[in-house]
């Protein structure tokens, strides 16, 4: 029998692609309102089919889309600001189009050390991400297939380096292309379902969507502010925020999916026809599993990469700060574990819109911990962790929360460079996300960071965020 790979976002983790389930006597998914809908045993599929008989995969799994219902005439609560005008949104969802839109804009400060030129220095900056998707069941061109294209565009000037700092304090300002004001067609790939329990994802693609997720830090539209804090900055030795790749992920139990790929690691972004001499490749199995009745999951990443192996182009580490340069060595290799853990969590209807997806409401606990070769990363041991929440202040069903630190270790072989001018970076970061409707998010953080550049001063950073769903 022909086997469907479903997915939908679990809350204890292992958000994207982990509830595959096959054609059977019977299929369970989530509605667009969060409740489990079951198809009828005489079609096991028959809910998520469209009139011609095709598969939609939005209809099994409506969180693939970055909105999944527009409805509501209630601006306090609904998931988009411009909402349904008359019908139309979610008449273009059910023939299978989506498009949408959010802003992002932040304002930083270094309100006490850093270096000479930071002190004391605050910048603005805006992130403009549309998308599309185009479902092919329910266009009527073949079962299980999602087209997505999503395109940003950057502009203001961002806090680089003026804290001293290794680790970005503002994630947002890596996209498109790190520091720079830019528009950039950033994916544009096909989600597919294939038989046995797998789903590819084929294309242009940020692999980091689909690898290290987290429910309390992976967002930096919502979450944490510092790319430490949402993401392993050293992955950025790996991949770029937008490069050709191909990603598989295959159900192997209940509480174990694997995903594994390949990817051009030399490909950046804005580049479109690709750099095809190098190759990354990756395995990832993740584990969910409950203790005390609560969610929680794990997982290990082993990554290569077959380029030259340096950090002075990371896109994830401010660039342009490291002097010398390593020995030159092809191949390069990365290992990390990573998890979370709920240690509450209420029952509350999740709201239509992936970035809630991802974390369910309740309160728990997240850790990462990596390590690279030593001979040709700067930096190779990378530690974060803290706790976070969603919905745990009665009457604020919406707001998030953080408190968390990382930790930047600098390899033996950076005590070569030249005038030794850099060493470990630490820092701590806390922030509160206050949801003015789901569509409206303002969040406030507070980072200290004991700086990598020697002759920097511990500095305390301050920011504001707007994030707006359209």
Not at 56 to 73: C, E, M, W
Not at 444 to 468: C, E, F, H
Request: charged share 15%; net charge neutral; proline share 6%.
């Amino acid at each position: 029998m022909i086997m469907f790979a479903m997915t939908r976002f679990e809350a204890c983790g292992n958000k994207m692609l982990t509830a595959l389930a096959a054609l059977a006597a019977s299929a369970v998914t989530f509605s667009a309102s969060g409740q489990v809908a079951t198809a009828p045993a005489a079609d096991p599929m028959a809910a998520f089919k469209t009139d011609q008989g095709l598969i939609s995969l939005t209809k099994a799994a409506p969180i693939f889309t970055p909105v999944s219902d527009y409805r509501g005439q209630d601006i306090r609560t609904r998931a988009t600001l411009f909402g349904d005008p008359d019908g139309e949104r979610s008449r273009l969802y059910e023939k299978g189009i989506t498009l949408d839109a959010q802003v992002t804009q932040v304002y930083q400060g270094v309100t006490s050390g850093g270096n000479v030129r930071g002190n004391g220095s605050a910048e603005y900056n805006g992130l403009f991400e549309g998308n599309m998707t185009l479902d092919t069941g329910k266009l009527g061109w073949w079962s299980g297939g999602l087209f997505v294209l999503t395109e940003q565009s950057s502009w203001g000037r961002p806090l680089k380096s003026q804290a001293g700092n290794l680790s970005p304090v503002n994630a947002s300002a890596l996209f498109p292309e790190p520091f720079e004001n830019s528009s950039v067609l950033m994916e544009y790939h096909l989600i597919q379902a294939l038989p046995h329990d797998t789903l590819v994802v084929v294309g242009r693609v940020n692999p980091s969507n689909y690898l290290d997720q987290n429910s309390f830090a992976w967002l930096p539209a919502s979450q944490f502010f510092n790319e430490s804090m949402n993401a392993n900055p050293l992955f950025g030795a790996f991949m770029s925020m937008s490069t050709y790749a191909a990603l598989f992920m295959t159900k192997v139990s209940d509480s174990l999916t694997v995903a594994y790929g390949a990817w051009t690691p030399k490909t950046a972004v804005g580049e479109y026809d690709g750099e095809w001499n190098d190759y990354g490749v990756v395995i990832n199995p993740q584990f969910k599993y409950k203790a005390s009745n609560q969610p929680g999951a794990f997982q290990a990443i082993l990554a290569y990469s077959s380029k030259d192996a340096t950090d002075v182009g990371n896109p994830r580490l401010v660039q342009g700060l490291a002097t010398g340069s390593l020995p030159t060595k092809s191949g390069n290799w990365i290992a990390e574990l990573s998890g979370e853990q709920y240690f509450w969590t209420p029952t509350r209807a999740p709201v239509p819109t992936k970035d809630f997806a991802v974390g369910q409401p309740g309160f728990g606990m997240f850790y990462r911990i990596s390590f690279t070769p030593a001979d040709r990363n700067f930096f190779n041991v990378y530690v974060s962790g803290g706790v976070g929440g969603r919905g745990v202040i009665p009457g604020r069903p919406h707001d998030r929360f953080g408190v968390g630190g990382y930790w930047l270790k600098k390899s033996s072989d950076l005590d070569r460079q030249p005038g030794n001018l850099l060493g470990d970076e630490k820092g701590m970061e806390v922030f509160y996300n206050f949801a003015i409707t789901p569509a409206v998010q303002l969040s406030i953080d507070v980072q200290w960071i004991r700086p990598a550049i020697r002759l920097s001063s511990d500095a305390t950073v301050v920011g504001a965020r707007l994030n707006l769903r359209f």
